[in-house]
């Protein structure tokens, strides 16, 4: 692990889930618009990370922001932009939407 990814948090889909379900996190998904409309985890915000700029990055107060992509690739990329910015940690969902629909979770799916 190198020292960029010392703050890099990546959780199972089961423990995001668990944790959407208490209330104790939102999920941040960094795809694009038309990935997010043909499918999306339930309750999820969009904020695709090519509109990605620290100053209007989303914050719950009270809550862990989870960032979540197709695949784990673009959510952990946005992960080290928010720790190179100074933030000590950043979450991410391991795998993504993929892991997310391979662990049996539901989505929200387009038609």
Do not use: Y
Not at 10 to 37: I, N, W
Not at 69 to 82: E, H, I, M, Q, T
């Amino acid at each position: 692990m190198s020292a960029s990814e010392v703050g890099l948090i990546e959780l199972e889909p089961h423990t995001v889930k668990a944790m959407l379900d208490a209330g104790e996190a939102v999920l941040v998904d960094v795809r694009e618009d038309d990935e997010f409309a043909e499918a999306h985890i339930d309750g999820a915000v969009l904020s695709p990370m090519s509109d990605f700029e620290l100053e209007t990055w989303p914050s719950f107060p009270g809550r862990k922001v989870i960032i979540s992509c197709l695949g784990g690739v673009r959510s952990a990329a946005v992960a080290r932009k928010l720790m190179a910015s100074g933030q000590g940690w950043a979450i991410h969902l391991k795998g993504g939407l993929n892991a997310w629909r391979d662990a049996g979770l539901p989505v929200v799916e387009q038609g």
